[in-house]
């Protein structure tokens, strides 16, 4: 089974740039869903960005879009959330996820294979 180590948290200022790893050791196929989803202090789970690994496919959360953009490395089974403009309210623990079948992204509930989460500050 796919296992997900997630890297490249920090804390950075209101404006800067960071970006997420989610690395994968196991076998990944096309059909598979990666997302990334995080959690603030207090809240609910929310979806960041998710992508299609065969395909290519992306999809974004309307708070996210234009500001974060999700790719990935075939070779190095690698998917990265580069994060620009970054806010306050960005702020939380990002977390990345596998789905084995082919689910809707925005689902937290549908992915199967979950990696440590990475904290994420943002000051202002």
């Known amino acids: 089974q796919v296992q997900l180590q997630v890297s490249g948290g920090g804390q950075v200022q209101a404006g800067d740039s960071l970006r997420l790893s989610c690395t994968a050791s196991g076998r990944i196929l096309n059909y598979y869903t990666i997302g990334w989803f995080r959690q603030a202090p207090g809240k609910d789970r929310d979806f960041v960005a998710a992508l299609k690994w065969g395909a290519g496919d992306t999809y974004y959360a309307p708070s996210v879009r234009g500001r974060f953009t999700i790719s990935r490395d075939i070779a190095k089974k690698t998917v990265y959330l580069q994060m620009t403009n970054v806010k306050p309210e960005d702020t939380a623990v990002y977390s990345c996820?596998?789905?084995?079948?082919?689910?809707?992204?925005?689902?937290?509930?549908?992915?199967?294979?979950w990696g440590r989460g990475a904290q994420v500050t943002v000051s202002s």
């Open positions: 996820a596998a789905a084995v079948e082919d689910i809707r992204p925005q689902l937290d509930y549908a992915y199967e294979v």
